[in-house]
């Protein structure tokens, strides 16, 4: 099953779209463990670790940098997606990953093979969409939504809608369609803002 984004309106409709990189098989390769890790990034080469699932033991990877950078520009921590090992294929989850700082390189990344039937933890990312149109300020609560299900059931990204949207007003977690589908457990309050917006303030009111 494919990641979906989602989109909300204010009235809580939404839109359905298909997401960017997980339609393709990401491609790496099997890592020999003589190659040292810093060797390997001097190379332009990401070196990395799947593990989890029916996997006998975990499988050391590389990657190139390119192929990283796309996929965590596109992709986030808890993100489904498909990776290419060779001849292999596996349903993943990006686990964790070490990003530089300063220059944003991805230095390694690891990835938990799905098992069909078991619950993953994983999270939702939040955006908020036309924050320019908000006559007043925004404030985002929460940019990622902890939550447990299984793999077809999960979500990557969620994009709420704020055109409309006027001063005194909030959303909760609870208030998303999938929070209340029964697919997805959630691992936070129900009841936690996502965002809240306020008046502005002059400075002759202050």
Same mark, same amino acid.
């Given at each position: 099953a494919s990641i979906f984004s989602f989109l909300y309106t204010p009235r809580d409709s939404y839109l359905r779209r *298909? @997401? @960017?990189?997980? /339609?393709?098989? $990401?491609? !790496?390769?099997? &890592?020999?463990?003589?190659? *040292?890790a810093k060797r390997l990034r =001097? !190379?332009?080469? $990401?070196?990395?670790v799947v593990f989890g699932g029916a996997l006998p033991e975990s499988i050391p990877i590389q990657m190139d940098h390119r192929v990283a950078g796309k996929l965590l520009r596109e992709k986030n921590e808890?993100?489904?997606?498909?990776?290419?090992? @060779? %001849?292999k294929t596996f349903t993943v989850q990006? =686990? +964790?990953?070490?990003?530089?700082?300063?220059? &944003? %390189?991805v230095r390694h990344i690891n990835f938990q093979v799905l098992e069909e039937g078991k619950k993953v933890r994983s999270v939702i990312t939040v955006h908020l969409l036309n924050r320019e149109l908000v006559n007043g300020i925004t %404030?985002? /609560?929460?940019?990622?939504i902890p939550y447990t299900s299984l793999p077809e059931d999960m979500v990557d990204v969620i994009t709420l809608d704020l055109a409309g949207m006027k001063p005194g007003m909030s959303f909760a $977690?609870? %208030?998303?369609e999938e929070a209340r589908s029964g697919k997805i457990v959630l691992?936070? +309050?129900?009841?936690?803002?996502?965002? =809240?917006?306020?008046? &502005?303030?002059?400075p002759t009111e202050s």
């Open positions: *298909k @997401g @960017g990189i997980s /339609m393709n098989i $990401v491609k !790496a390769q099997e &890592r020999d463990l003589k190659d *040292k =001097k !190379a332009g080469i $990401v070196p990395g808890g993100s489904k997606l498909t990776l290419g090992i @060779g %001849e990006i =686990k +964790d990953f070490d990003q530089d700082l300063v220059t &944003r %390189e %404030e985002q /609560m929460l940019h990622e $977690v609870n %208030e998303l691992d936070i +309050d129900p009841e936690h803002l996502i965002y =809240k917006i306020e008046e &502005r303030i002059s």
